[in-house]
């Protein structure tokens, strides 16, 4: 059974940080993408981050470049988003999720509908 357990969100101020973990089971974690996603209230799930399979290269949206990382630990199955800096508009469920290796050309994505298996999301608030 594949699953994916997030932790490490929460409430900081503004211009703090946060690390949220994915930890990882069920599957081969070297074969699988690796994504951070989040939704707001009424809005569309948009993805921030993802590890490619193929080389683990890492891919961000324009908005968090330079605030948030992406990084993975093969050792113990987890991925992480490290995000500084963190901003109001950053409010928002956090999930994690893996875009399985089904489309050989398929190595990354930031968009929600190719991935496979989702975790069940944090919560993270930034007061201002």
């Known amino acids: 059974e594949v699953r994916l357990v997030e932790s490490g969100g929460g409430l900081v101020q503004a211009g703090g940080s946060l690390k949220l973990s994915c930890k990882c089971s069920?599957?081969?974690?070297?074969?699988?993408?690796l994504g951070w996603f989040r939704q707001g209230p009424g809005e569309e799930r948009e993805g921030l981050s993802c590890?490619?399979?193929?080389?683990?290269?890492?891919y961000y949206r324009d908005f968090v470049k330079g605030r948030f990382t992406i990084s993975a630990d093969n050792d113990n199955n987890t991925f992480y988003l490290q995000m500084n800096d963190l901003k109001p508009e950053d409010t928002s469920i956090y999930y994690c999720?893996?875009?399985?290796?089904?489309?050989?050309?398929?190595?990354?994505?930031?968009?929600?509908?190719?991935?496979?298996?989702w975790g069940q999301g944090t919560r993270v608030t930034v007061s201002s």
């Open positions: 999720a893996i875009l399985g290796p089904s489309d050989e050309d398929l190595h990354w994505s930031l968009n929600q509908y190719d991935f496979d298996y």
């Open positions: 069920g599957f081969i974690f070297d074969e699988y993408a």
């Open positions: 590890l490619s399979s193929d080389d683990r290269a890492a």
